[in-house]
């Protein structure tokens, strides 16, 4: 697929190396250290911002519209972990592989650089900085991904480093 083409599953890449296979026949060499791609749009109401904050991070800024309103944000704003869930939904959804995640140790660099809103559209923006096998593990391979949810106005909402473990394609054959 060339620069800036768009599926129709409504992932468009945005670097000269797209995935040569799916997602589900995705492998750990399939991930090329430089391509971008986009994924996905989600539209975030106020319902969801406060179902998810009621039950896991209940602060006047997400709970209390009213409250919210005369806050620093000027009004409701999502949890930066109800944020980080829609970032995750997404990731899970359009970018690892179905059949050789194994696992992630960890995220590294997370932020949240702008408030999510209610009414508020975003996608994300998927970097893959490096990959390398696994010195000690064969049969698998480590890939950093820098991920970023972005909103209707371009604004970077979310920005982190995810590490992922990944079968390598000879493993399954083998």
Known sequence: MPPHAQSAAGTRTLSTTDFAVGIDERYFEDYVRGAIHEYGHVQVTEEEILTF????DP???HIDPDSAAAGPFGGLIASGW????IFMRLFADHYLSRVA???????DELRWEVPLRPGDR???????LQTRPSRSKPDRGLVHTRGELINERGQTVLHLVVVNILL???AATE
């Open 122 to 128: 975003v996608r994300i923006r998927t970097t893959t």
């Open 53 to 56: 904050a009621r039950r896991f």
């Open 168 to 170: 390598r394609r000879h």
């Open 59 to 61: 602060q006047p800024i």
């Open 101 to 107: 995640g194994l696992a992630s140790p960890g995220v």
């Open 82 to 85: 109800h944020t980080a869930g």
